[in-house]
């Protein structure tokens, strides 16, 4: 009705009867409408369900949003009821007035009043926008409290995710965890995975990838129907292997941007049926299924354990893997060995004693605790290396890697010496058919990971035939716990090494 107000004609309240329209003057006469021609009366409603102002205001959007018919108002449950979602806050027609009734009005002795009279008269605009008003206001607030109860929800995530990977272990409860990392927090790890070019250093490194590549089509019984869990998967070709082996399905994760090109990559292969591909991190997601069959994963960083990837792994099989499951690679061990270079120490160490005619040896301080990843030539390796830790995959807890473990190194040659790290990975350690390993020692082919060497400021004579007796503690380092911190205690000496 052209120049029609709401002050000036009073509440004017639409209703679809049939093929025509019908103008109500009021909220009042809108009601009793209701109980009269359709026998609803929402009053009852209210009274039955118990609705505060929320309820009320949801089943007002959902009459409106839905338009329903009497018989969805009749006989409800109660509970829970068809309008419960958040959803239904938003108001459905602007400048509702029945958005802007009190529905404890309606349900007291004045509410009574109105619906039996409409002599009442219709409420004024201004006390009728005022109710709008607040209507919102609840609506705002009720979002507000959502989101804090989502966030709150979040750290209780995070706190259960700690809970669990630490469940049955006797030390301390402290330890800094990838799962307790933010998003944010954890950024910087993924970033560096999104460039090509690590993953084609990683394809590249044929011990590695082909290990992986062997395993999986020697033992096609591993594989065959079974459902694998691809933890950091890149740029997918471990899931390809898995898929081409006769896995019945391959979920693929990764938080990385590198994901993306893996979609193309398994759409490029026609393997987009088995392998489902997705973004974000195994502690975040929800898997598309409640348990897998196999967990396959490069995991592995420099000494083995930098980056703690690995903690990953064994989040995913707490809570995914299934009992009869396993995880490959299933047994890693790391190796320590003396070797007598003392070229290198001239080389990285020494020299800051005389740069140029000056003493710079207060630089040995920062150069000394930093862990270097390089070749080790195998000539200059004066001992066969020795195991302080083995790991497996399958049973491991989280707090077992971190660990402190005495050595004895066989000294074959009388020289200065230091130590270098390697590690060692098995697949199919307890299968029959076929069992494929790779290391990553001085002695054979070079991988992308190389050997860890930790320098001394002053260099340990040993000679031939003589025992290197030694401690070595590893731990994560508390303010970063995708980093590491290893100490040597060696013949009356602490060093403390960083990884990062």
């Not at 329903?68 to 309008?83: E, F, H, I, K, R």
């Not at 594989?223 to 979920?251: E, P």
């Not at 890693?332 to 060995?337: D, E, G, T, Y």
Request: aromatic share 8%; hydrophobic share 40%; glycine share 4%.
């Amino acid at each position: 009705i052209k120049g029609l107000t709401l002050h000036d004609a009073g509440l004017m309240y639409v209703l679809i009867q049939n093929i025509h329209f019908q103008l109500l003057s009021s909220v009042p006469a809108t009601l009793q409408h209701c109980t009269a021609e359709h026998q609803v009366n929402l009053v009852d409603v209210i009274r039955k369900h118990n609705l505060d102002d929320y309820g009320y205001i949801k089943m007002i959007n959902f009459i409106r949003s839905t338009k329903c018919d009497a018989s969805c108002l009749t006989g409800l449950p109660d509970a829970p009821l068809p309008w419960e979602s958040e959803d239904f806050l938003r108001p459905v027609q602007q400048d509702d007035p029945l958005l802007q009734t009190d529905p404890e009005e309606l349900c007291g002795s004045e509410g009574s009043s109105l619906l039996t009279s409409q002599s009442s008269g219709a409420q004024s605009h201004d006390a009728l926008l005022q109710r709008a008003q607040t209507a919102e206001e609840r609506a705002r607030s009720s979002e507000e409290a959502l989101a804090r109860a989502m966030d709150d929800l979040h750290k209780l995530k995070l706190l259960a995710q700690g809970l669990v990977l630490n469940a049955g272990t006797s030390k301390s409860g402290n330890l800094g965890t990838v799962a307790e990392l933010r998003e944010d927090e954890d950024e910087a790890y993924f970033s560096s995975y999104g460039h090509y070019g690590i993953h084609e250093e990683m394809l590249k490194d044929k011990v590695r990838t082909e290990s992986y590549r062997d395993f999986m089509y020697s033992n096609p019984e591993v594989f065959r129907d079974k459902v694998v869990l691809d933890v950091g998967c890149g740029t997918g070709i471990l899931s390809m292997f898995a898929a081409r082996s006769g896995a019945k399905k391959v979920i693929a994760v990764d938080q990385s941007e590198i994901i993306y090109q893996a979609m193309d990559i398994v759409r490029s292969n026609q393997l987009e049926d088995k392998i489902t591909l997705i973004k974000g991190r195994i502690e975040d997601i929800n898997l598309p299924v409640e348990k897998v069959d196999i967990i396959i994963s490069e995991w592995m960083g420099y000494f083995l354990l930098f980056e703690s990837m690995l903690d990953s792994v064994l989040y995913a099989r707490d809570l995914y893997l299934a009992d009869t499951g396993s995880v490959y690679p299933d047994l890693c061990n790391i190796s320590l060995a003396a070797v007598g270079d003392p070229q290198r120490h001239q080389d990285r160490i020494a020299f800051w004693d005389d740069v140029y005619g000056f003493n710079m040896a207060c630089m040995k301080k920062a150069v000394v605790p930093e862990a270097m990843v390089e070749v080790v030539k195998a000539d200059t390796l004066i001992s066969e290396p020795t195991v302080i830790q083995t790991i497996d995959c399958n049973k491991v807890c989280l707090s077992e890697l971190e660990f402190a473990s005495e050595f004895c190194l066989k000294i074959t040659n009388s020289t200065d010496c230091t130590v270098t790290l390697v590690f060692h990975v098995f697949f199919s350690f307890h299968v029959l058919s076929r069992q494929v390993m790779f290391s990553t020692g001085p002695q054979v082919t070079k991988t992308h990971w190389n050997q860890t060497v930790f320098l001394l400021d002053r260099p340990v004579s040993v000679q031939a035939g003589e025992e290197l007796r030694g401690k070595i503690t590893v731990r994560k380092n508390k303010k970063d716990p995708r980093s590491l911190l290893v100490t040597f205690d060696l013949r009356d000496r602490k060093q403390t090494y960083s990884l990062q």
